[in-house]
């Protein structure tokens, strides 16, 4: 079966600092892969997702990039995280049936 | 623009007692529609999906209901549980590509107390 990994699980970070969090998937292969992030109380937002290798595409416009060195590794980044950036950061791959979500990454830009 | 709106916002309920969370969606074309149950501070989790053709599916005490003319789901729970609180996400998939789009409403938030 799949399975979806993110780390770490909590961040907390200083404004300006930069940022790395960390997606990987086992028991697919060449899977859709998804960042989305979730303000509290509110629906989750697409951030990113990749159809493959070095393919990353943008839903919002923002300080935060994405890449896929891997088939199975998908990492979200910042150089210079802003207060707005906290939030709850989700990872999922995705079949013809729906999206599969990793536990997430709570971050907190202080 | 392909919206999903859920109501209520959020709800409070007695254990034990039935509750039914509501879905109207504009997405098309329709592919479709899935109901997860997010506990707080965890990744969503499927509870149901239904397509096209489907009107009805459970998955144990939860029960999901889809008018495709109306653009309307509901989801049922039965015999409700300290457990079942949570954030409860409507999804609606615009195709069934692997680069189909998936518009996410905003949740209800379930409350269960003894």
């Known amino acids: 079966s799949q399975t979806i990994h993110q780390w770490p699980a909590t961040l907390v970070q200083p404004v300006g600092s930069p940022l790395s969090l960390e997606c990987t998937v086992e028991?697919?292969?060449?899977?859709?892969l998804y960042w989305y992030r979730q303000a509290a109380g509110r629906g989750l937002q697409l951030l990113f997702y990749?159809?493959?290798?070095?393919?990353i595409s943008s839903e919002v416009p923002q300080n935060l990039s994405a890449s896929r060195p891997q088939d199975r590794q998908f990492i979200l980044s910042s150089k210079k995280l802003l207060l707005s950036d906290s939030g709850f950061y989700l990872c999922?791959?995705?079949?013809?049936?729906?999206?599969?979500f990793g536990p997430g990454t709570r971050l907190t830009v202080l | 623009k392909n919206q999903v709106e859920q109501s209520p916002q959020s709800l409070i309920i007695l254990e034990g007692k039935n509750c039914t969370l509501q879905?109207?969606?504009?997405?098309?074309?329709?592919?479709?529609l899935r109901w997860y149950k997010q506990d707080t501070g965890r990744g969503p989790v499927s509870l149901t999906i239904?397509?096209?053709?489907?009107n009805t599916k459970s998955n144990g005490r939860y029960t999901a209901t889809l008018d495709a003319d109306t653009k309307q789901s509901s989801l049922h729970i039965t015999a409700s549980q300290l457990s079942d609180s949570a954030s409860y996400i409507c999804?609606?998939?615009?195709?069934?590509?692997?680069?189909?789009?998936?518009?996410f409403g905003d949740g209800t938030t379930l409350t269960v107390k003894p």
């Open positions: 999804v609606v998939r615009a195709d069934n590509t692997n680069a189909g789009k998936s518009t």
């Open positions: 879905c109207n969606y504009t997405v098309s074309p329709f592919s479709n």
């Open positions: 239904m397509t096209f053709s489907e």
């Open positions: 028991g697919t292969s060449n899977p859709n």
């Open positions: 999922a791959w995705r079949n013809r049936g729906g999206e599969f």
């Open positions: 990749s159809v493959g290798i070095g393919q």
